[in-house]
């Protein structure tokens, strides 16, 4: 762990992470681990919230309580593959505020293509989480921070399933104060910029597409 790129090694983290490599998963396998280990993966990226106290009545007596401070946290999907980690964080966090951002890669240049960006207000105030299961070359990923950044958020970390050590530099070199929380940091990419031994595409493995 550094204070750019932290692992998630928990033993369910790295359990479901395994049953989700695997090649014969089936789709709706894939779906629900990626929703549980979701759950896990928040625990850690939401570690450090800023807290404060309000005053509660007990059954037995009235006490200072912590709670969290300032507006709710701004979840924004990187689509379509964070919809899935999407959907697991909200189960955790409910009240949080949601945009999505649009990106396809070019296959033949793998950078990004924007097409889509619909983010929540006063992202000044809010810590914002981005979420994407696949951090690969990295270009999808800063280019969706660009825009959360255009839009005002100062507090931004990203969550991911895997990522790897090309897509963690690129990041790091483009924005060096968005915290990477991760279950992987893996190989390498191949020449068509995938993650080895990665699982595949996040999202037709999710979605039952190809």
Not at 6 to 20: A, C, G, N, S
Not at 61 to 76: C, R, S, T
Not at 82 to 99: F, H, K, M, Q, Y
Not at 176 to 197: M, Q, S
């Amino acid at each position: 762990m550094t204070e750019h790129l932290t692992i998630v090694e928990h033993p369910l983290v790295q359990h479901k992470l395994t049953l989700m490599r695997e090649r014969d998963t089936s789709t709706a396998s894939f779906r629900r681990l990626l929703r549980e280990i979701s759950h896990l993966l928040a625990y850690e990226v939401t570690r450090d919230l800023p807290m404060t106290t309000r005053t509660i009545e007990t059954p037995l007596e009235e006490m200072e309580a912590p709670v969290l401070k300032g507006k709710k946290l701004a979840l924004v999907s990187i689509l379509r593959a964070g919809n899935g980690l999407l959907d697991g964080v909200l189960e955790l966090i409910p009240s949080a505020r949601v945009g999505f951002v649009g990106l396809y890669r070019d296959e033949a240049t793998l950078q990004p293509v924007q097409y889509y960006s619909k983010l929540p207000a006063d992202l000044p105030e809010r810590v914002t989480i981005a979420v994407d299961p696949m951090l690969a070359t990295g270009n999808s990923s800063a280019a969706a921070v660009d825009l959360i950044k255009a839009a005002g958020a100062t507090d931004v970390r990203f969550l991911c399933l895997l990522a790897a050590p090309e897509g963690v530099a690129r990041m790091k070199d483009a924005h060096p104060d968005v915290r990477i929380v991760t279950a992987a940091l893996d190989r390498r990419l191949n020449e068509r910029g995938y993650i080895l031994p990665g699982l595949g595409d996040a999202g037709d493995r999710m979605f039952g597409t190809k």
